[in-house]
């Protein structure tokens, strides 16, 4: 059973701060890259950041400087986010590579939604 738990969503002033979270349940595997992704109201699904189990991160041009990914350990992502905009309204959702045994998984979470006033 793998399950991802996102939390930390909610409404927020242009220009404030959030900070998301995602708990990863995952028995006898192992996760690798983990991601965040957005979906605004009317819009295709979009990758946000990447964090490899090495640490390493990539991101999104329309996020860069902005977010912040990270991982505390080898189940936990959070995604930092400052100088919120409008256009960063969307339900977030965290994403996972996972081993277990021979089999590579792919699992997503529920999402977060994040609304972003002007």
């Known amino acids: 059973q793998v399950q991802l738990v996102e939390s930390g969503g909610g409404l927020v002033q242009a220009g404030g701060s959030l900070r998301l979270s995602c708990a990863a349940s995952a028995t006898r595997s192992s996760i690798s890259a983990m991601r965040w992704y957005r979906q605004a109201p009317g819009n295709q699904r979009e990758w946000v950041a990447t964090?490899?189990?090495?640490?390493?991160t990539n991101y999104a041009g329309s996020v860069k400087g902005r977010f912040t990914i990270s991982r505390d350990n080898a189940k936990s992502v959070y995604l930092q986010m400052t100088s919120l905009k409008p256009e960063d309204t969307a339900i977030y959702f965290c994403?996972?590579?996972?081993?277990?045994?021979?089999?590579?998984?792919?699992?997503w979470g529920q999402g977060t939604q994040v609304t972003v006033s002007s």
């Open positions: 994403n996972a590579d996972i081993r277990r045994g021979a089999l590579d998984l792919n699992a």
């Open positions: 964090i490899t189990s090495g640490g390493s």
